[in-house]
């Protein structure tokens, strides 16, 4: 919108100061754009058939219902490809249902992602690798969005072009764009209904009804990387250390894993660290599946060790560049 000079105004004195010249309303910055829509997908309930594919072709899709009730969030997901699955999140308590094996698998999972619990309306560190700007409108799901564009600054990090619906801020659809700008992954509403009558005391019934099933809780227990002997000796630019967990040793090398989290605010990477089994970990890979990389990787080990170091193995929604810097700035303390 165009700030001009209306048209009664009196012509400027000689003497006075020069007019002043039309500027253009200020451009919501990126931090406006992201709060607006981490504020939405807290504050808004919904129901809707949710469709995600990559360029590699995978298509998968599942049924969402979404309820708030203050500062409460809970979440029924519903698998419609694939394997059944039910997957109930109440805050950070997570509960998945598998029928067909009669197991119910429990854990506490940090939100993470698109938007962390970490973004705050003062948090300008994402404004230092990302640029913001509004593109255009579409139609999606029948709402109309403002398009916009998460552009970064460098090949560290993934792009990405979002749909925010008009009124509330909710994003509809979500492309991730590689390093050439080329789209990776899309995920979007094929149907929505906004405000939709969802109670939150029947979400938590269904989530609480496991007769039949066997309950297997998977135990994250809160430690630093420290704490476990391991340090970055190279910060990836951008990307801060969220959390750090370890599961309960119980007797066997793999359930003594470290993983340590770190977002940008938009992308996550984890690094997870196991004592290296050599009837487990055949080979050092390298997998895209749409935005997910995964790398793995033996390290700490000695020549001619056949049983020595630890296994890591790197996965995030980055480029496969800044997982291999993780990879090789991660140390063993001395």
Known sequence: ?????GAGVAPVQAAGPAPRPATQAAEPS??????????????????????????AGN?????????????????????????????FRRNDEVMTFLPEAKVVRTERRDSLG?????????????????AARRTGSERVAGFDADVVELAPKDRLRFGYRVWSEKKSGLVVKLQTL????????QAAFSELQLDAPVRMEKLSQ?????????????????????????????????????SCYKRPVSGTAQDNTMQWIFSDGMA???????????????????????????????????????DGGWWLTVVGEAPLTTLKAFAQGLERGK
Not at 1 to 5: E, K, N, R, Y
Not at 80 to 87: H, N
Not at 219 to 230: F, R, S
């Open 1 to 5: 919108m165009l700030i001009g000079v």
């Open 30 to 55: 990126i931090g406006d754009w992201l709060m607006r829509m981490h504020d939405a997908s807290r504050k808004r309930s919904y129901i809707g058939t949710f469709v995600v594919s990559s360029a």
């Open 59 to 87: 298509l998968s899709s599942a049924r969402i219902w979404h309820v708030c009730d203050g500062e409460q969030q809970m979440e029924r997901i519903e698998t419609l490809t694939g394997a059944p699955r039910s997957i």
């Open 114 to 130: 698109l938007f962390p619990n970490q973004l705050s309306a003062g948090d300008s560190s994402i404004a230092q690798f990302y």
């Open 178 to 185: 590689d390093t050439d700008g080329r789209v990776l992954e």
């Open 206 to 242: 269904m989530m609480s009804n496991t007769e039949g099933y066997k309950v297997e809780t998977q135990e994250l227990v809160k430690t630093t990387p420290a704490a476990e002997g391991w340090s970055l000796r190279n910060p990836v630019a951008g990307f801060k250390p969220m």
């Open 268 to 306: 996550s990477v984890s690094l997870f660290v196991e004592a290296f089994d050599r009837q487990r970990h055949l080979r050092e890979v390298m997998l895209s599946m749409g935005a997910t990389q995964t790398l793995t990787r033996r390290i700490g080990d000695k020549p001619g060790d056949k």
